[in-house]
T-cell receptor
Framework: SAVISQKPSRDICQRGTSLTIQCQVD?????MFWYRQQPGQSLTLIATANQGSEATYESGFVIDKFPISRPNLTFSTLTVSNMSPEDSSIYLC????????????FGQGTRLTVV | QKEVEQNSGPLSVPEGAIASLNCTYSDRGSQSFFWYRQYSGKSPELIMS????GDKEDGRFTAQLNKASQYVSLLIRDSQPSDSATYLC?????????????FGGGTRLMVKP
């Protein structure tokens, strides 16, 4: 299974600022995904990050608020822009293999608190 | 609208008993099914994956899939207090979408000593 390193593991940020979360995979993967887990809730997909193209966002999430980079097959970043307290969540990246039926594994998550 | 439904629980079972966790999904095109365990404050950890109808066993865990009924379950035998966690059912269309997962709300399992 892939090993996914995500950082920072947690941060406390002032409203109006931005935070960039990094996700590094120890092997080349075709797709990477960013999820949000609000307090007491399950995971919701934010976007799919493909290498060499713009990310594909799910309903309710926009590029201006959550810009994503995917410069190569092992790395991706998610930025939470112009933060408000409602953005306080755990943000998780996951990586997918290039073959069908490869399980998705998660990074350790970033616990974000906006004050 | 892709949906995955789980009973939120908590499901309480005594130590040594069998815990049965259930999940239904709405998209008949779903191909891949996963169970994740999530301890409080931690990221999800993959427990089981299943892709075809029937049972799949791994140690104390058995996943069951019935595509006709759009139903997937997880059985935990000889439940231990360390199994107490939230269990997330996740479903993927797979193929070109890769493992873009739709998660259920999770079932909180409590195993009492």
């Amino acid at each position: 299974s892939a090993v996914i390193s995500q950082k920072p593991s947690r941060d406390i940020c002032q409203r109006g600022t931005s935070l960039t979360i990094q996700c590094q995979v120890d092997s080349q993967v075709t797709m990477m995904f960013w999820y949000r887990q609000q307090p007491g809730q399950s995971l919701t997909l934010i976007a799919t990050a493909n290498q060499g193209s713009e990310a594909t966002y799910e309903s309710g999430f926009v590029i201006d608020k959550f810009p994503i980079s995917r410069p190569n097959l092992t790395f991706s970043t998610l930025t939470v822009s112009n933060m408000s307290p409602e953005d306080s969540s755990i943000y998780l990246c996951s990586a997918d293999g290039s073959r069908e039926n490869t399980e998705a594994f998660f990074g350790q998550g970033t616990r974000l608190t906006v004050v | 609208q892709k949906e995955v439904e789980q009973n939120s629980g908590p499901l309480s079972v005594p130590e040594g008993a069998i815990a049965s966790l259930n999940c239904t999904y709405s998209d008949r095109g779903s191909q891949s099914f996963f169970w994740y365990r999530q301890y409080s404050g931690k990221s999800p950890e993959l427990i089981m994956s299943i892709y075809s109808n029937g049972d799949k066993e791994d140690g104390r865990f058995t996943a069951q899939l019935n595509k006709a009924s759009q139903y997937v379950s997880l059985l935990i035998r000889d439940s231990q207090p360390s199994d107490s966690a939230t269990y997330l059912c996740a479903v993927s269309l797979n193929g070109n979408a890769g493992n873009m997962l739709t998660f259920g709300g999770g079932t909180r399992l409590m195993v009492k000593p």
